[in-house]
């Protein structure tokens, strides 16, 4: 079983569209899951099982958002 720094885990799904965005499901158990995308312009986002959340728009722009609700942004340069 794959692991990452959230512990092992199960891929529920994933695949890529015909527009190239590729997504991906992660199960790791106890209603423990995660999800990320990336799309064929660069922007890209995590879901992660902490319920943190991170968005790229692909051209420095960012968005972090903690599991306690704090949000944090960056912009691009």
């Given at each position: 079983m794959?692991?990452?720094?959230?512990?092992?885990?199960n891929t529920a799904s994933s695949g890529t569209n015909?527009?190239?965005?590729h997504y991906?499901?992660?199960?790791?158990?106890?209603?423990?899951?995660?999800y990320h995308y990336s799309n064929s312009n660069g922007s890209?986002?995590?879901?992660n099982?902490?319920?943190s959340t991170y968005y790229n728009s692909g051209n420095g722009?960012?968005?972090?958002?903690?599991?306690?609700?704090?949000?944090y942004k960056s912009s691009s340069k």
């Open positions: 794959p692991k990452s720094s959230y512990g092992s885990y015909g527009q190239g965005n991906c499901n992660r199960d790791y158990g106890n209603g423990s899951n995660s890209y986002y995590y879901s099982p902490n319920g722009a960012s968005t972090y958002t903690s599991p306690s609700g704090g949000v």
